[in-house]
């Protein structure tokens, strides 16, 4: 069995939380006590049946406000897949909480009112959604209940949608009407929408594709730990510790250092008491090397036949996510992957609005901004453009001084 | 192009071996807090999985409320000859000795809130910067909240509004000193994947898990194991039940359930058909809404 790990994004009443604890209520995932609580709550809907929403509010500030503060994780099974849903807030405020949730997920459900179409925020989450490169995108069409559950007004807003899906060079967009409300094709078909024949949403997240990075070719494994018992019996182990994050590695591969730059083969793939010829994108393992060389934490172990970018120099997005404003005169840490380094951000290119998508030239980068910049860093990065390699193309940033990180980096080049 | 997908229990291992070696290689001095509970043993094999044939970069901590089921005891003593790591006890008993805490009184008496004091002054006293624990995001609504790193302040306080982001596979362990960061390797992971995962590798549990014929008496309508420091009186009928438990806390606080489950093929089973969550049976969580939530503000695991 597999896991499929998504988001769902929307503002603030289209319905996040409903389609939720809908999803979850519908594939009997709410335990017997849990629904007891919900049900001794003093959170109703106007007909009195029970408000779904309050599954996923964990926190007492945000059951008090009724509203989503932070990103919540729930887990649910089929018989066809597990799931994890982050469920993001919709809030401006909180666009840093919906690029945590969305750096983790390989789908995003996109929320649209049927009553509204759609919105500005439906620009900002698409657009999240396609900097963080997330392969698939569903748009559920919800509150179709208040719309008499019309087709012509689902077909508008698909309209309007695909529209923004092109800008925004969205590719796998599929498009659902629902109610989460009343339980129209979430889990179950909808008898109000005959005219709709695609999946329901739970039945297309059991068999979307779930994809593998696109560049699985190029193997990667940043090291983590070096394994050196230092025994009698083990005097010369050594393992190189660390979780491929793309690609594959074989024994008798040759793979390159970086970014030191030297070259040697596997002589052996192992995990405790387990042997491998091949190991793949994601497992965690202990590599060895035929010939003893200076590999530490932060550096990385690549195929030499596909080498990443080694540069000081980057072009990158960035998203800010702190409340104090981005200061170019103060050097910040970098970590990408188990390296951290020192770092400055030399120049920034330009800002989007994210609402309307457009470019703005301004020097102030602040909570939530998020645009193109240079960055220069005190060691070189080995890294692949964010957009063909996630898992070595991002990176955060974290303000020395509070050790908070208040940045996130998709690395895109480097800069000549 | 090889496309190949892991099955989901070894995308959760691979994800929490890559969590403790992050522990390892970004933290001082780090610990793994250890219960004697499944989620604790199951950390215990994914740290030999993350280091062997290396010793563990980080002892092992009990924090031992005195109240425990002595059957976990016997299993954590074992368990430590076996892997040959170190094991650090932090007695709550000491602290009630020291003055810190104060034993409750009544009927329902417990030493679970007793043990964050203890956990704080051993975390204190050892300056660990990082604590390895087995919480999982499925147990509770509050915990659904947490990072996989959470960083505690120098009173041990969880502050939910500031807690960092967390992108991609990326974790930020930069604290200031006297702060530290609990850890949560299988955060993913759902009570059902540990138990799976238990039976896939075979890891033996402490036998208060499957069914045994027990003395138990009736408390606010949950089965608990008799036991001295439940501070029975005559209303306490004592009767002999089949049960099993499953969660292991302290003896107080842990109630049992009805169960003819003698083999790990019949906890999954019984899990699987149960419509009860697992904390159900946690007499602790159900003194308010919130009870978790404010219990880990206050710096318990």
């Known amino acids: ?416 | 192009m090889s496309k190949h997908h892991l099955d989901y229990l070894d995308e959760l291992e691979a994800e929490a071996i890559h969590i403790l070696r992050e522990v390892a290689g970004q933290f001082e001095k780090p610990a793994l807090l250890f219960s004697g509970g499944k989620d604790s043993i199951t950390l215990v094999r994914l740290a030999e999985k993350a280091f062997r044939p290396g010793k563990f970069p980080f002892p092992l901590v009990h924090i031992d409320t005195g109240h425990n089921f002595p059957e976990t005891i016997q299993y954590r003593d074992e368990m430590i000859a076996r892997l040959g790591e170190k094991l650090i006890v932090g007695h709550v008993q000491d602290s009630i000795n020291q003055g810190k805490v104060v034993e409750q009184k009544g009927k329902n008496a417990s030493r679970n809130a007793l043990q964050t004091v203890t956990l704080l002054d051993t975390i204190a006293q050892h300056q660990f910067d990082a604590c390895i624990g087995g919480a999982r995001r499925d147990e509770e609504k509050a915990r659904a909240k947490e990072r996989i790193f959470s960083v505690r302040d120098e009173f041990g306080q969880w502050d939910p509004k500031r807690q960092r982001p967390e992108l991609w596979n990326i974790y930020n362990g930069k604290i200031h000193k006297g702060e530290n960061v609990r850890v949560f390797p299988i955060s993913n992971w759902t009570e059902l994947d540990v138990w799976n995962y238990i039976r896939r590798e075979n890891i033996a549990l402490p036998s208060i898990y499957f069914a045994h014929e027990r003395e138990c008496i009736t408390r606010n309508g949950q089965l608990m194991a008799a036991a001295e420091f439940l501070n029975m009186d005559e209303e306490d009928v004592i009767t002999r039940r089949n049960v099993r438990f499953r969660t292991v806390g302290d003896m107080t606080c842990t109630a049992a359930v009805e169960s003819e489950a003698y083999l790990i093929d019949d906890i999954i089973n019984e899990i699987s058909a149960s419509k009860i969550s697992e904390r159900g049976a946690r007499m602790d969580d159900k003194v308010s809404e919130a009870a978790m939530e404010e219990r880990k503000k206050g710096g318990y695991f």
């Open chain 1, 1 to 416: 069995m597999e896991i499929l790990k998504f988001i769902t994004a929307g503002s603030v009443d289209d319905g996040k939380s409903t389609l939720i604890g809908r999803l979850l209520y519908d594939t009997d995932a709410i335990l017997a006590d849990q629904l007891e609580a919900l049900h001794r709550s003093n959170r109703k809907n106007d007909d009195g049946s029970i408000d779904l929403a309050i599954l996923t509010d964990g926190l007492k500030a945000e059951r008090e406000q009724g509203i989503t503060i932070d990103v919540a994780y729930k887990y649910f099974q089929t018989e066809k897949r597990k799931f994890i849903i982050a469920d993001a807030p919709g809030h401006i405020q909180y666009t840093r909480n919906m690029v945590t949730g969305a750096s983790n997920s390989n789908l995003a459900i996109i929320l649209i009112d049927a009553r509204k179409g759609v919105v500005e925020q439906t620009n900002r989450h698409s657009f999240l959604v396609s900097l963080l490169a997330l392969p698939q995108v569903v748009v559920c069409i919800n509150k179709m209940d208040m719309v008499d559950y019309d087709e012509a007004t689902f077909n508008q807003i698909v309209e309007q949608y695909r529209q923004l899906a092109t800008k925004l060079n969205l590719q796998n967009v599929t498009y659902i009407p629902v109610s989460a409300l009343k339980g129209d094709n979430i889990v179950h078909e909808s008898y109000n929408m005959t005219w709709y024949t695609g999946k329901s949403l739970l039945e297309h997240l059991e068999t979307v594709e779930i994809p593998v990075d696109d560049s699985s070719a190029h193997a990667r494994l940043p090291v983590q730990w070096v394994v050196r018992p230092q025994t009698e019996e083990l005097h010369d182990y050594r393992g190189y510790a660390g979780r491929i994050s793309s690609g594959s590695f074989k024994v008798n591969d040759k793979v390159t250092v970086l970014p030191s730059g030297f070259s040697s083969t596997i002589t052996k793939i192992e995990l405790l008491d387990r042997e491998f010829e091949e190991a793949f994108s994601g497992q965690s393992v202990t590599v060895h090397l035929q010939d003893d060389i200076d590999i530490s934490r932060g550096d990385i172990l690549v195929n030499s036949s596909a080498q990443p970018v080694v540069a000081q120099l980057i072009e990158a997005d960035l998203c800010w996510m702190d409340t104090r404003a981005l200061d170019t005169s103060l050097t910040y840490l970098i970590q990408h992957n188990s390296k951290v380094t020192r770092c400055r951000i030399q120049e920034v290119l330009y800002k989007f609005n994210i609402n309307t998508l457009d470019k703005v030239y301004e020097e102030e980068f602040k909570l939530n901004d998020i645009g193109r910049i240079i960055i220069k860093t005190a060691e070189p990065l080995a890294f692949d453009a964010y957009q063909n390699n996630k898992a070595n193309g991002g990176a955060i940033i974290i303000d020395s001084r509070t050790n908070v990180t208040v940045g996130a980096l998709m690395l895109r080049a480097a800069v000549e």
